[in-house]
């Protein structure tokens, strides 16, 4: 519905397991009980990849109650080995690591529908197809920049930065040497 989890609730999580196939859960208000999907996620062995992974976590632990391990953000990858530009959207990644141009049109359309129309379903769905293949490539940036450890330092702190945000923190940042609000 929106990026304040505070006001907004979840009502879509896109899956995709980089095959070209996309998956939608849609969640009607109040009810987020989905055991297979909370399986899937809880999978330790298997790589959870986000764009704005820190908005995602929060949402998915106050919503499902899951807190998610072996996590890529490529909005963290990219801003870590992208340092020549403030353009880190997934529209503007896909621009220019992959060539592609995808619309963010539905971003801002009424997700709390009980039926997704079709141009939901498909921006829903092309908000993870390519997620894969972005990995792939930030993987081999951050390689060549030496920031790889250092992004999956970033990526395993998501999750105490998630709830830090949920706790109330969001909005202030813990390290600075400045007084707290």
């Not at 969640?27 to 899937?40: E, I, R, T, V």
């Not at 039926?115 to 498909?122: A, S, V, Y």
């Not at 829903?124 to 390519?130: E, G, R, T």
Request: glycine share 6%; proline share 1%.
């Amino acid at each position: 519905m929106g990026l304040n989890f505070n006001r907004d609730r979840l009502c879509v999580v896109q899956i995709s397991n980089g095959d070209g196939d996309a998956y939608l859960v849609q969640f009607s208000s109040g009810s987020y009980d989905a055991p297979n999907l909370k399986k899937m996620l809880l999978d330790e062995s298997r790589v959870k990849i986000f764009h704005f992974a820190r908005f995602d976590l929060a949402i998915m632990k106050k919503y499902l109650g899951v807190d998610l391990t072996n996590i890529f953000c490529t909005k963290v990858a990219s801003k870590l080995v992208r340092t020549y530009t403030e353009s880190h959207g997934l529209k503007d990644l896909c621009k220019e690591l992959l060539g592609l141009n995808i619309s963010k049109q539905q971003q801002s359309s009424y997700w709390g529908a009980q039926t997704l129309t079709t141009d939901q379903r498909d921006y829903a769905a092309k908000d993870v197809l390519y997620l894969h293949s972005l990995r792939a490539k930030l993987v081999e940036m951050l390689v060549k920049e030496d920031r790889n450890d250092i992004a999956h330092k970033l990526f395993e702190f998501l999750p105490t930065r998630a709830n830090l945000d949920l706790m109330g923190w969001n909005d202030i940042d813990i390290f600075s040497h400045g007084s707290a609000r």
